[in-house]
């Protein structure tokens, strides 16, 4: 299994069941962005046939 870390684009659900499996607390929103924003991540938001899809994507470290 690949960790999140490789990955170059994570949905809000992977990344919030990543945050309940190596956290004790329950993930909410903010805690989850801040994780996310640690591992070098950014939220992005695509609307796809009139709705908003929200997901990760790996920002660049240049």
């Keep these: 299994m690949n960790k999140i ?3 170059q684009r994570v949905s809000v659900q992977e990344m919030k069941e990543y945050y309940a499996q ?5 993930p909410n929103n903010r805690r ?13 938001k695509q609307m ?4 908003y899809e929200y997901f990760y994507i790996k920002a660049n470290q240049d």
């Design 5 to 7: 870390t490789d990955k």
């Design 22 to 26: 190596n956290y004790p607390f329950e």
């Design 32 to 44: 989850v962005g801040r994780l996310a924003k640690q591992l070098g991540f950014k939220l992005v």
């Design 48 to 51: 796809i046939n009139r709705k």
